[in-house]
């Protein structure tokens, strides 16, 4: 487990041993601390636009002593199967999942990219700049990734965050079904029925979900 000091310390000697400047995206627990929703994380989430800059991450890891980890105990057979699956390294009890362009079926998308929370940089010989997802698009993909303590990340994120936006997640998850992942509307269903069990969830959004299953 890696706590907010910790994984500010890492991005910062991962900064010192990149071969050039390099960007991300920060989900997950990763995502969570930055927003201080969260205290510590095992596993770092995160998304490069192109392979060469995951590449690059890789290296500067294996600098560091990180050596590659089979995903087979962490994600669902049917997701192990997905050609998106994330590289992973692991160095103590700090673990890094690493996707491109895709968690699992699900695109980096447009909308993602352009509407940040924040950005961190880290600035050392190179910089390493972190880009921080909303919550809406982080509680979507840890409904995709449905790993352990995945849902119990989305209820936190639910009860802090008093203004997550349900018409801009859903028509997320409508143009995620437009441009190809079949299975997102059955995992975000999946999530908002586990959620009414703790939360409020007005009807219409279910609704909402309902109507783009039928188209």
């Known amino acids: 487990m890696i706590n907010q000091k910790d994984q500010q310390d890492l991005f910062k000697l991962i900064s010192a041993n990149l071969k050039q400047d390099t960007q991300c995206y920060a989900l997950g627990g990763t995502a969570m601390m930055f927003y201080g929703y969260k205290d510590e994380t095992k596993d770092v989430d995160l ?8 590449k690059i991450f890789i290296e500067a890891l294996k600098k560091l002593g ?4 089979s995903p087979i105990t962490i994600y669902l057979p049917n997701k192990l199967k997905d050609p998106h699956v994330p590289l992973m390294f692991k160095r103590g009890d700090s673990r890094f999942d690493l996707f491109v362009k895709k968690i699992f079926q699900t695109l980096l998308s ?15 010989k190179h910089t390493f700049t972190v880009k921080v997802l909303k919550t809406e698009f982080i509680v979507l993909l840890k409904a995709v990734t449905e790993r352990d ?11 802090k965050d008093q203004n997550f936006d349900w018409n801009y ?3 997320e998850v409508l143009w995620q079904t ?3 992942d079949g299975w997102v509307l059955l995992d975000v269903e999946k999530t ?11 009807e219409k959004w ?6 783009e299953k039928k188209n």
């Open 192 to 202: 908002m029925q586990e959620l009414k069990k703790y939360i409020f969830i007005e």
């Open 178 to 180: 437009e441009h190809g």
């Open 169 to 171: 997640f859903l028509d």
């Open 110 to 124: 447009p909308k993602m990219k352009e509407d940040i929370f924040a950005i961190h940089q880290f600035k050392t």
């Open 149 to 159: 303590k995945d849902f119990e990340d989305i209820l936190t994120i639910m009860k």
């Open 47 to 54: 998304i490069f636009e192109n392979e060469e800059e995951r």
């Open 206 to 211: 279910f609704k909402k979900l309902y109507q």
């Open 66 to 69: 990180y050596q590659e980890t």
